[in-house]
T-cell receptor, first 110, second 114 residues
Framework: EDQVTQSPEALRLQEGESSSLNCSYTVSGLRGLFWYRQDPGKGPEFLFTLYSAGEEKEKERLKATLTKKESFLHITAPKPEDSATYLC???????????FGKGITLSVRP | DGGITQSPKYLFRKEGQNVTLSCEQN?????MYWYRQDPGQGLRLIYYSQIVNDFQKGDIAEGYSVSREKKESFPLTVTSAQKNPTAFYLC?????????????FGPGTRLTVL
């Protein structure tokens, strides 16, 4: 059974304090790994897709990386508006079903 | 604007009632999905459809039903057989033509059983 584990469950940062969110996975035949951002009471917003180990993608203060066992979402000099829950999901098999982790709630204090 | 709309935003159900959640997309996506989100848990797949007039059960389909009569629409019915329906329901769609596997989500419907 595919498993996705995100850590830590919650993270509190001071504005400008860089850090990383972890997503480890145990799957058979990874086709892709996805990062989403979710604000309270809203639907997830797509951030990145990573397909192969060594791949990196960046968007503003966020950078996602992928290894054979895990992915990191690096947040550089975060701002309060980066506060949200960050979801990681993997896709395996031919039916494009996503398996999600429980999410990491990030809070950035001004 | 292209996107996914879900209605209503909030829905209250009495015990024993069936309710239907709406999901519409104008992205011309073939595949559509329904997920359920509960506090402290990851999103769980209820049903999905990759083409009109065809759909498959996800991991937690019991107590739910769907239809896919039009490409743009994928309504979800929460039946009285669903024992714990209070949750946040999310609809998503995917462009199968470009094969990017990326799913895009709607704003969600929060269902509360009274």
């Amino acid at each position: 059974e595919d498993q996705v584990t995100q850590s830590p469950e919650a993270l509190r940062l001071q504005e400008g304090e860089s850090s990383s969110l972890n997503c480890s996975y145990t799957v058979s035949g990874l086709r892709g790994l996805f990062w989403y951002r979710q604000d309270p009471g809203k639907g997830p917003e797509f951030l990145f897709t990573l397909y192969s180990a060594g791949e990196e993608k960046e968007k503003e203060r966020l950078k996602a990386t992928l290894t054979k066992k895990e992915s990191f979402l690096h947040i550089t000099a975060p701002k309060p508006e980066d506060s949200a829950t960050y979801l990681c999901a993997v896709i395996t098999g031919a039916n494009s079903k996503l398996t999600f982790g429980k999410g990491i709630t990030l809070s950035v204090r001004p | 604007d292209g996107g996914i709309t879900q209605s209503p935003k909030y829905l209250f159900r009495k015990e024993g009632q069936n309710v239907t959640l709406s999901c519409e997309q104008n992205l011309n996506h073939d595949a559509m999905y329904w997920y359920r989100q509960d506090p402290g848990q990851g999103l769980r797949l209820i049903y999905y459809s990759q083409i009109v007039n065809d759909f498959q059960k996800g991991d937690i389909a019991e107590g739910y039903s769907v239809s896919r009569e039009k490409k743009e629409s994928f309504p979800l019915t929460v039946t009285s057989a669903q024992k714990n329906p209070t949750a946040f329901y999310l609809c998503a769609s995917r462009n199968t033509v470009t094969s990017t596997d990326t799913q895009y989500f709607g704003p969600g419907t929060r269902l509360t059983v009274l």
